[in-house]
């Protein structure tokens, strides 16, 4: 080979090699300059895991919330139980009150028709003391009678049966009892049986 061919031979691959050096660096450079595809913010990687969700942590996250929905609903069982065992209590309470209150009336009615002359009597005494006693445990209880004699007609309290036209009162006032009302705790059992005046 003639010396010219060798130094074309070798211009060649100088020119070959560094041909190939630029491709590399470009390469590189293009590697480099490529982003990662790895999430960026917080956000992301968060987002990337849950989609990658465990099918244990599923479960657990299923299991996890039928737990709270169960207690939730034993919670609102119990609350409502309570609540019906307090009405039952109140309603039976009631009951017995509405059975008691003539027993009431009738002691009334006997202690008013005592005679003057037997006021005094041992008789006449023990029974004024059992109707007390009667009342007082009512009391005790939460029964109270109501107001009626002098007072406002209200309809939430009070029962009209009769009206009198009567210049004593003023308007709608009422002027005769016939049959005492009573409450227990904040509600009527019985409503007063009343005269109204004007």
Not at 101 to 123: C, H, M, Q, T, Y
């Amino acid at each position: 080979m003639s010396e010219e061919k060798k130094k074309d031979v070798t211009e060649e691959a100088k020119e070959t090699k560094t041909e190939e050096t630029k491709a590399e660096t470009v390469q590189e450079e293009i590697i480099e300059e490529a982003p990662e595809k790895t999430p960026e913010t917080e956000k992301e990687r968060k987002e990337a895991k849950k989609d990658k969700k465990d099918p244990k942590d599923a479960q657990i996250e299923d299991l996890t919330d039928r737990l709270r929905r169960t207690m939730a609903e034993f919670d609102n069982f119990r609350k409502r139980t309570e609540k019906e065992k307090s009405a039952m209590f109140e309603i039976g309470a009631k009951d017995i009150i509405e059975r008691i209150l003539p027993v009431i009336d009738n002691f009334e009615r006997g202690l008013a028709s005592i005679p003057e002359d037997a006021k005094g009597s041992a008789f006449a005494n023990g029974m004024e003391m059992i109707y007390k006693q009667l009342l007082k445990n009512l009391e005790d209880a939460g029964v109270k009678p109501i107001e009626a004699l002098g007072q406002p007609f209200d309809p939430n309290f009070h029962n009209a049966v009769m009206h009198i036209e009567d210049e004593k009162f003023g308007e709608n006032i009422i002027s005769q009892e016939l049959q005492k009302g009573y409450m227990y705790r904040d509600s009527v059992v019985r409503h007063s049986m009343v005269q109204v005046a004007n």
